[in-house]
């Protein structure tokens, strides 16, 4: 398994349990052609990104802060030893699509920026993805 952070992707057949979200990941990137190549992963939702994945419906756009890829193990019903690539999610945002932008919907889902109940509220704050993406090539960008 390793970690990773900072990925881009689209999100399809949610599939909402009780503690977690799973679903599939559609990722791409560029070739030395230029030709775009996609890749499907498992995808899981849990812990700290659990509440906002269940609002993920198909072809969410997601801009993903902290994962796992692992390969996990199962047996199949012949009694087989399989596995499956998983990517666990523990930390996102998910992009909303304007007809001009792609911007933030909601703040990332660590402690400092998790919306607060009760007195004190503050609605989250939308931040253009131009700010974050002017620091990439722009080769690199993820769209």
Known sequence: MFYCSNA???VFNIEVEDKRVKGRLCTSDKNKDGDYISSFWNVVFVGGAYDLAKSLTDKCRVHINSCKISNEAYTTKDGKKSAWLQVTVFDFEKLEHDADKY????TSNDEKSTPKKGKGAKKAKTKPIEEKIEELAEDELPF
């Not at 911007?103 to 909601?106: P, R």
């Open 103 to 106: 911007s933030f919907n909601n």
């Open 8 to 10: 881009y992707g689209s």
